[in-house]
């Protein structure tokens, strides 16, 4: 082979393994970004239901002990 041919395959060759790269990368990052959301999301949805509960027993204190 030609060194010249030699270079065209290798420079195909890293451009594509830089491609395959980026995307995986994109897609670990939209992965990672996705569990941060579900994970967010059940922790506020627990956080208003706590909120709520603490709401209620308030509001019911202090109807319990208004004159």
């Known amino acids: ?3 010249q041919t030699l270079i ?3 420079t195909v060759e890293w ?3 830089i491609g395959r790269q980026m995307t995986e ?3 670990l990052s939209r992965q990672h970004l996705q569990n941060q959301l579900q994970l ?3 922790l506020t949805q627990g956080i208003q ?3 709520l509960a603490d ?3 308030k509001h019911q204190r202090y109807i319990t002990n208004a004159p």
Do not use: E, F, G, P
Request: proline share 0%; glycine share 0%.
């Open 1 to 3: 082979m030609k060194i």
């Open 8 to 10: 065209d395959v290798q």
């Open 15 to 17: 451009t594509d393994l």
């Open 25 to 27: 990368q994109y897609s």
């Open 40 to 42: 967010l999301s059940t």
């Open 49 to 51: 239901q706590q909120q």
């Open 55 to 57: 709401l209620q027993l």
